[in-house]
């Protein structure tokens, strides 16, 4: 898998965009970007995930750049209840030489201030 | 409720004594993965069943450390002999396995202290 690079640590206003930006420059072509969120004490949920297309769904946006290098993942209106650390990964389920394992990192703490 | 449960959620243990954990993924998921938690860190792979065949295993699963997964249904861990080092939240997560479509699907875990 492809190793991600996030910032440790965001904060954003209640009701403002935020926008957590993802690094993953040794993104291999059959690579997805996944993000998903891990409020405290519970287990992280999946988010939204994409391939070179822009997607949205209920809960973001997910932005990936032209050269899949990088993405942002979008939430337009933030609420107190978005403050939780978000993870970014690639990962595909059939990628070549056997690494195929979603590998998380530190992932980004998001707090939302009123 | 994401589907996948784990049981229990909290475990108490001394040093030394064996500790066994389940997880009940979701029913038409065949691959299922366990990953290990400590505070401040992200999740760190443990092992993964594609149906019933453990299929990878991550060096940080010592010889103390087996997971089952029998008829491709739920799944055991089992740490033998802990140590205060074991001490984590133990996740559990299913999939489809789908290539456009790998979500994983988290249980809540299950948070050992080892004293």
């Known amino acids: 898998d492809a190793k991600t690079t996030q910032p440790p640590s965001m904060d954003c206003a209640e009701g403002r965009a935020a926008n957590l930006p993802c690094n993953h420059s040794?993104?291999?072509?059959?690579?997805?970007v996944y993000w998903y969120r891990q409020i405290h004490s519970q287990g992280p949920q999946y988010i939204i995930h994409?391939?070179?297309n822009n997607e949205t769904n209920e809960m973001a946006s997910l932005i990936i750049t032209e050269d899949r290098k990088s993405s942002t993942l979008i939430l337009p209106h933030a609420t107190l209840r978005d403050t939780a650390v978000y993870y970014c990964?690639?990962?595909?389920?059939?990628?070549?030489?056997?690494?195929?394992?979603?590998?998380f990192g530190r992932g980004t703490s998001l707090i939302v201030h009123p | 409720d994401t589907g996948v449960s784990q049981d229990p959620r909290h475990k108490i243990t001394k040093r030394g004594q064996n500790v066994t954990f389940r997880c009940d993924p979701i029913?038409?998921?065949?691959?299922l993965y366990w990953y290990r938690q400590t505070l401040g860190q992200g999740p760190e792979f443990l092992t993964y069943?594609?149906?019933?065949?453990?299929?990878?295993k991550s060096r940080l699963l010592s010889d103390r450390f087996s997971a089952e997964r029998p008829k491709g249904s739920f799944s055991t861990l089992e740490i033998q002999r802990t140590e205060q080092g074991d001490s984590a939240m133990y996740l559990c997560?299913?999939?489809?396995?789908?290539?456009?479509?790998?979500?994983?699907?988290f249980g809540s875990g299950t948070q050992l202290s080892v004293l």
């Open positions: 994409g391939l070179k």
């Open positions: 029913s038409e998921h065949n691959r």
């Open positions: 069943f594609q149906n019933e065949a453990q299929l990878e």
């Open positions: 040794t993104i291999s072509g059959n690579e997805y």
């Open positions: 997560a299913s999939s489809t396995g789908r290539a456009t479509n790998e979500k994983l699907f």
């Open positions: 990964i690639a990962h595909s389920p059939f990628a070549s030489g056997g690494s195929y394992i979603p590998t």
